[in-house]
């Protein structure tokens, strides 16, 4: 199933944000009376209609479980699903479509890694390695297997930039770590984390890294192979896809060592009440029917980027941020462009800088500078009620 294209730019016109923003058609409505502005793509992202029609689409006339059926409906949705593993591993340059592994999303990743991949390795003494600037999805999993395991739990310290401490992070990998796990971009301050640096940094002492991806893949170019991490994580809902949808990629020698984390259908060759055989990648991690819809809504969602030409988002996200920038510099006492209100299930960022919630503008390429023009605004006349 081939999901339909987006409408492309006209040639040589640039990033047409006009034309782009009418695939969207949630974008499309007034609340209270006023044009939609939505800026809380950093939590989860809108869909194009072309993700929309593939999910109806497979709901309309595929719907039938995978992998398990030996009829017509049920070959076309095994087609589309796993069609839609071989677009994620070209999506991120993965070496194999074997090493995706389909999620709930990328909290479930990061705890699949934690059980299978951290529980059996861990033991007292031990430390699993984490960066102050994580979302709650890559600290608890880390301290729920620590709990379990007797390791303990290392943070490297971030500067008040907004930053992580490399120094400190240099002093903290150490010949007791067993895995660093850290975030590609901030979900609470969209810092892009030296994830190069930090991956050279682990490998020099042998210790596998695992990156949460969650914040960058809807925003730039991912390849896997050239960044040298050996876990990647991210969600389908922050990259214009359906919720309900993640990915793992994990290197094939580490996931074939890693034993299944749920058990049930699917992830098993054969079943006897004295023992089972477990299926091979990347089933094997694949318990029971998966989100079949979900997979395919991302499967269109990645369609939708490649035909747009994520590079040229990514340079219209770069004009427009810089644009709200030089636009917010006008309103007096803002901190910072950090409109999501509430701690963005980033509690020690809080914390650290002593507030209790920020608001959050997090765009996507689908914005305008007319709606940053109009969060300036907003936030001046919000600063002269609150003065």
Not at 1 to 21: I, N, Y
Not at 90 to 98: D, K
Not at 195 to 205: M, N, T, W
Not at 361 to 369: G, K, M, Q, V
Request: hydrophobic share 40%; net charge negative; aromatic share 8%.
């Amino acid at each position: 199933m081939s999901a339909p294209r987006p409408q492309a730019p006209p040639e040589g016109a640039g990033f047409d944000v006009e034309s782009v923003r009418r695939d969207f058609p949630t974008l499309h409505q007034e609340v209270h009376g006023k044009p939609l502005v939505y800026l809380d793509n950093a939590a989860s992202a809108q869909h194009p209609s072309q993700v929309i029609d593939a999910v109806a689409e497979y709901y309309r006339r595929d719907h039938s479980n995978v992998h398990r059926g030996v009829h017509q409906l049920s070959q076309r949705a095994t087609d589309a699903f796993e069609g839609a593993r071989d677009k994620v591993q070209r999506f991120i340059n993965a070496p194999a479509s074997r090493e995706i592994i389909f999620t709930r999303g990328t909290t479930e990743a990061i705890n699949l890694v934690a059980q299978s991949w951290g529980r059996p390795r861990l033991g007292a003494g031990d430390e699993v390695l984490i960066s102050h600037m994580e979302h709650h999805a890559n600290i608890v999993p880390w301290q729920m297997v620590c709990e379990q395991t007797g390791a303990t739990l290392k943070v490297i310290p971030m500067t008040l930039r907004g930053e992580l401490d490399m120094d400190r992070a240099r002093e903290l990998v150490g010949p007791r770590t067993r895995i660093l796990a850290v975030g590609h971009v901030s979900n609470a301050l969209g810092t892009v984390q030296p994830v190069r640096e930090l991956v050279a940094l682990a490998k020099a002492r042998n210790v596998p890294v695992l990156l949460d991806g969650a914040q960058a893949v809807p925003h730039r170019r991912v390849d896997v192979q050239a960044l040298g991490c050996d876990f990647y994580a991210f969600s389908a809902h922050k990259l214009f896809g359906p919720t309900g949808v993640g990915v793992l990629w994990g290197r094939e020698a580490l996931l074939e060592e890693m034993p299944p984390w749920q058990g049930g259908g699917d992830m098993i060759l054969s079943v006897t009440f004295e023992k089972t055989t477990y299926n091979q990648l990347p089933w094997k991690f694949e318990a029971g029917t998966p989100n079949i819809a979900g997979v395919i809504g991302l499967g269109a969602a990645i369609d939708y980027l490649e035909t747009l030409g994520l590079e040229k988002a990514a340079a219209w996200e770069e004009e427009l941020l810089a644009y709200a920038t030089s636009a917010l510099s006008r309103v007096e006492g803002l901190r910072s462009v950090a409109i999501r209100t509430g701690h963005h299930c980033a509690m020690p960022i809080m914390d650290f800088f002593g507030v209790p919630a920020t608001a959050r503008a997090s765009f996507a390429f689908y914005n305008t500078r007319e709606e940053a023009d109009r969060l300036a605004e907003a936030l001046v006349r919000a600063r002269e009620v609150f003065a």
